[in-house]
C-alpha cells in the first residue's frame, strides 16, 4: 500500500438477513468471497487505479446483520482530486446495490429496450416495466466476473433461508429483497447488447448515383467508398430542381454532397457493424458521367 499515501475513503453497506442469527460456516465463507470479488470488481471497473479493503463486523443478536466497511485508495499519482476521492466509495456502493436491483428487475432475461439518459440508464424489461439504474451498470452489466461475484454473494443466502428475504442498507439507500426476490436476482444473465451511443461525422465527398427516383416515393441509392449506400436526403431543394428540369440527373451521373455518417457504438466503445446510416444534408453540386463505371458490392 505504499503507493497509496492518504487519498483513502470509506464507505459501508450493512446486511440484513431474516431468520435467526446463524450461518452456516462454509456458506458464510462463500458469501464473504462473493462480497470482497464484487466490491473488488465494482471499484476496478469504475477506477481501474483503485484499491479496495474489506472489513466485515460480527453479526449481530437477535437476527442476522452484518456490516461491511470498505476501504477505497486510490494511487496519488493518478487522483489528486479530493472530490472524487470523496465520493467514489458511495458511487462504488451505489453501483453494487442499483447492479442488484437491475439483475433483480431484469428476472434472467435480457431487456427489452435500453436509454441511456445523462447520468442514469433507464431499463426495460421484458414485462414491458422500467427501471432506473446508475449509469455505471452500462459497463457492468456483461461483466461475467461481476455476475459470478453475485451469485456467490446471494446464492448462501437463499441456501441459509429458501423463504427468507434480505436487506441492503447504505448511507444513501435501503433495499429489501423478497425470496422471490433472490429468486430473480439469481437467475443466469443473458449477453445483453448495450447501445451506450452513435459516433457520427460529417464529410464532403462526390457519389455516384446507382438508382435515380424521378417518380414516386423510392429509395435513392449511391456508390459511395466502393460500396452501395441508400441515404436519407434532407435536401429538398435538390427534388424541386429536377422537378423543374433545372437539375437534369439520371443514373451513372455524379453529385457532390455534404453527408452526415453515423454509427452506433456498444458498451466498450466499439462501432457495432450494419448500424451506419447516411444522411444527405446537402446536394452542392452535380456532374453528368458519359460512360459511368459502376461498381457494385
Known amino acids: ?6 487519498n483513502t475513503n470509506l464507505s459501508s453497506l450493512s446486511l440484513h438477513l431474516d431468520g435467526d442469527n446463524s450461518f452456516d460456516a462454509s456458506l458464510f465463507i462463500e458469501m464473504i468471497q462473493g462480497a470482497q470479488e464484487l466490491f473488488d470488481l465494482t471499484a476496478k471497473e469504475i477506477c481501474p487505479e483503485s484499491n479496495v479493503k474489506l472489513y466485515v463486523s460480527a453479526p449481530k443478536e437477535g437476527s442476522f446483520n452484518i456490516d461491511f466497511a470498505a476501504v477505497y485508495a486510490f494511487i496519488d499519482t493518478l487522483i489528486n482530486n479530493s472530490q472524487n476521492i470523496m465520493t467514489f466509495a458511495s458511487t462504488a456502493i451505489t453501483t453494487i446495490i442499483n447492479l442488484i436491483n437491475l439483475r433483480k428487475h431484469l428476472k434472467g432475461q435480457a431487456p427489452k429496450d435500453i436509454k441511456e439518459q445523462f447520468d442514469s440508464l433507464e431499463v ?23 455476475n459470478v461475484a453475485i451469485n456467490k454473494f446471494i446464492c448462501p443466502m437463499k441456501q441459509r433461508n429458501p423463504n427468507g428475504g434480505m436487506s441492503l442498507s447504505s448511507r ?7 425470496s422471490y426476490d433472490i429468486e430473480d436476482i439469481i437467475k443466469p444473465m443473458p449477453y445483453t447488447e448495450i ?11 462526390n457519389i455516384l448515383i446507382k438508382t435515380a427516383v424521378l417518380i414516386g416515393k423510392g429509395k435513392w441509392s449511391f456508390i459511395y467508398n466502393n460500396h ?10 435538390f427534388f424541386e430542381d429536377i422537378q423543374r428540369n433545372e437539375r437534369p440527373i439520371k443514373a451513372g451521373d455524379t ?5 452526415q455518417i453515423c454509427t452506433d457504438i456498444d458498451s466498450l466503445n466499439q462501432p457495432i457493424e450494419k448500424t451506419t446510416k447516411y444522411t444527405i444534408l446537402e446536394v452542392l453540386d452535380s456532374s453528368a458521367n458519359s460512360s459511368p463505371q459502376l461498381t457494385f458490392d
Not at 1 to 6: I, L, N, Q
Not at 126 to 145: A, D, P, R, V, Y
Open 255 to 259: 453529385i457532390r454532397v455534404k453527408m
Open 172 to 178: 444513501e439507500t435501503s433495499v429489501y429483497y423478497s
Open 1 to 6: 500500500m505504499s503507493d497509496f499515501k492518504d
Open 124 to 146: 426495460i424489461n421484458q414485462e414491458g416495466s422500467s427501471g432506473q439504474f446508475n449509469i455505471n451498470c452500462k459497463q457492468l452489466i456483461n461483466n461475467g466476473e461481476i
Open 195 to 205: 447501445i451506450s451511443s452513435q459516433h457520427c461525422t460529417t464529410v464532403v465527398a
Open 228 to 237: 452501395t449506400i441508400v441515404p436519407e436526403i434532407m435536401d429538398t431543394r
